[in-house]
């Protein structure tokens, strides 16, 4: 191999791992926006479980059990 396919094949890997990089910062960037988005749904779904309870609550507290009329 002389110097220049050397210097060549260098290039190549050299501008291959520099893609490589690149691709790793953008996905790790992208990776960190999804962890956001998930850590607020969750946040949200915790917040909707809660109301949701609380309503079950309030409901069963407000409806009196009577015989339904069939009896």
């Known amino acids: 191999m002389?110097?220049?396919e050397h210097d060549e094949q260098m290039a190549r890997l050299?501008?291959?791992?520099a893609h490589q990089a690149r691709t790793i910062e953008e996905?790790?960037?992208e990776m960190e926006k999804q962890w956001s988005v998930v850590d607020r749904l969750e946040r949200k779904q915790e917040k909707l479980i809660e109301r949701l309870l609380a309503l079950?609550?309030?409901?069963a507290e407000e409806t009196p059990v009577t015989r339904p009329p069939h009896y």
């Open 56 to 59: 079950e609550e309030r409901s």
């Open 2 to 4: 002389t110097n220049s």
């Open 27 to 29: 996905l790790s960037a």
């Open 14 to 17: 050299e501008e291959h791992i």
